[in-house]
């Protein structure tokens, strides 16, 4: 195995490419990586950002060979061929390991390894045969028979309150093995995410408060509403059981909290990120998915701080119209402290995971500018002209543009009562602004810096920005949009009027386009 650090350009590989793996995908290629995603579905979110798609069975000889070719290899779920993970391995960087993945697969081998690890379970008893269903099984009841592989989302489960409801349950999953647990004084449940390299490289998230509905994922409160040290407890727990597992890469243990005293019960772990941790992407320092690929290139976790509280939801397929038209964004989109994440999956179907808002607290904020926001505004100017820019115009147009941003510009038209000039604040620090001309019925300006974009800045800054041009009496805003940010204008309804031509200095010009959108 490879220990170096593993740098961009490099080829990265993931087993499996939906949401989990489209996450992935978007964080590598952010961080500068090329990406590898094996899934047999045709239309795997994944493959939309992926730089190849092998499209192919987790287990097929060639495409493994391919994926082999990949600098180090990841998974999206537990339910991969382990024996795949194992050939990898044999190849290149593979985290979490084989060994890992088919313990976290069998219910039987994750609650023997939580018990090594000295952590508690919920009682059990390991149901592989009906001649296991005994006397001896009372003690477990009222209880739930899971199958012991395969299950998820509430899927392989069924509760029992008798001997004879067991042996039913047990036939009804096909009398394959199965894990008989006792229900718990339930007071909630739980989820740690835990990032490590090796013993002295181990971060941990927030613990997320989990709520579920019909067994799936519907709600998580990051910080979990417990007292800090039972939170701190659930940290320390989550890492000794991926330190009895000598685990490099992303895991998620999912916990019970159980009685007046709030127990803390390890339920199951999670190789990979996982549901509730998809907040880390707008609440934390650095997300899940960059933590996945940081380790899997040997690369020490990044800092996991928690910037805002928030609450994240489940968006599922029951939501979309019957004749499978979308859901009504508006609202949502509207409101600057939610952030909407789709999934990119093609057909919504009841119970089907399809994409998740999170609603933060204080994380992006929406305010008028001041004088001390100057610096802060042209940094963020600057950067956009600089790097979303210059996909449209050539170095002398740039130049140009550069030269003209100017400080005292937004002085001015914070003094000027005929126009208005905003900031969005995102985890605390100016990443954005727009400048509207009330007399000319015009937005000047509106630029957020390109390290935040598709985060929801530029909507909620346009938004603002109409909102204002409706309450100062205007039917119409006008905005002359540079090439790149057409598409952006498009999506929220302006319509173009042309083909318009600025001038910078006097050798300089540029194109753009004219566009309006009636109030």
Known sequence: MNTSPI????????LGGG????????????????????DPDPNAPAAEFADRHLCAPFDDPAALEELAKCAAVTTEFENVNAEAMRFLAKHTNVSPSGDCVAIAQNRIQEKAWIRKAGLQT??????????????????????????????????????????????AAFAKHGGVDCVLEKMVDLRGEISVIV?????????????????????????????????ADIQQQARQMAQRLADELNYVGVL????????????????????????????????????QFQQQVRLMCNLPPADTKLLSSCCMANILGDVWKKDGGEPEWLPLQSNPNAHLHLYGKKAARKGRKMGRPSAMSLLTILRPATEKDCQA????????????????????????????LDI?????????????????????????????????????????????????????????????????????????ASLNSVPFYRLNRYESLGTAVLQLNKTVRVECELMRKYL
Not at 7 to 14: E, F, N, S, T
Request: glycine share 6%.
């Open 19 to 38: 949401q989990l793996g489209r996450m992935f995908t978007v964080a590598a290629k952010t961080m500068g990586y090329k990406v590898t995603v094996l």
């Open 408 to 480: 005292n510009s937004y002085l001015e038209t914070i003094s000027d009562k005929n126009k208005a000039l905003w900031v969005v604040e995102y985890k605390g620090l100016i990443q954005g602004f727009f400048q509207v001309d009330f007399k000319e019925a015009q937005l000047d300006a509106l630029y957020v810096h390109p390290l935040f974009h598709n985060l929801g800045l530029g909507t909620a800054l346009l938004s603002r920005a109409e909102e204002m041009a409706r309450n100062a009496g205007l039917s119409f805003l006008k905005l002359y």
């Open 252 to 287: 998620a243990v999912e916990m019970f909290v159980v009685g007046d005293t709030h127990e803390l019960v390890v339920n199951e772990i999670a190789p990979r990120p996982h549901n509730s941790g998809h907040h880390t992407i707008d609440a934390c320092a650095t997300d």
């Open 122 to 167: 919920a009682p059990y008893q390991a149901v592989c045969k009906a001649e296991d269903i005994t006397e001896e099984s009372v003690q477990f009841l009222p209880g739930i028979l899971k199958t012991a592989t395969l299950g998820y989302d509430g899927k392989g489960q069924i509760r029992v309150k008798t001997l004879d409801e067991l042996k």
């Open 195 to 227: 990032c490590r390299l090796n013993n002295d490289n181990v971060q941990t998230f927030d613990p997320a408060e989990n709520i579920h509905e019909n067994g799936i994922l519907a709600y998580s409160i990051v910080p979990a509403r417990l007292s």
């Open 7 to 14: 740098l961009p350009p490099a080829m990265l590989g993931i």
């Open 377 to 404: 505004i042209h940094n963020a100017h600057l950067h956009a002209v600089q790097y979303a820019c210059i996909r449209s115009y050539d170095e002398t147009i740039m130049h140009a543009w550069e030269s003209l």
